[in-house]
């Protein structure tokens, strides 16, 4: 069974940064996989943050570009969300999603909070 862990999530201060981790396991190829990050804040529908292909493509939603980055080690089977200059309204619980084609899976998602 393919599970996604995710952490690094937590408290932090506007302008502050977070580097949030997500684990694939369960004898997948990860390096086959497509992988991104998204986020879903209160009362608002879940959003694309970033996203990296199997090629090493990426790709950021406009709110984000020039402060997160998407990465992944796939030695590792762990894509990484590197989040720089937080802001209030960056305040979200993240989600890892993985896989191929229409075959996706998702992690647990873990809460970043970013407020004084």
């Known amino acids: 069974q393919v599970q996604l862990v995710e952490s690094g999530g937590g408290l932090v201060q506007p302008g502050g940064s977070l580097r949030l981790s997500c684990t694939v396991s369960g004898g997948i190829l990860f390096g086959i996989h497509d992988v991104d990050w998204h986020r879903q804040a209160p009362g608002k529908q879940r959003e694309l943050v970033a996203a990296?292909?199997?090629?090493?493509?990426?790709n950021y939603a406009d709110p984000v570009k020039g402060r997160f980055t998407i990465s992944r080690d796939n030695a590792k089977s762990t894509v990484y969300l590197q989040m720089n200059s937080l802001k209030p309204e960056d305040t979200a619980v993240y989600y890892c999603?993985?896989?191929?084609?229409?075959?996706?899976?998702w992690g647990q998602g873990t809460q970043v909070t970013v407020s004084s």
């Open positions: 990296m292909t199997s090629n090493g493509v990426t």
């Open positions: 999603n993985s896989g191929v084609g229409g075959l996706r899976y």
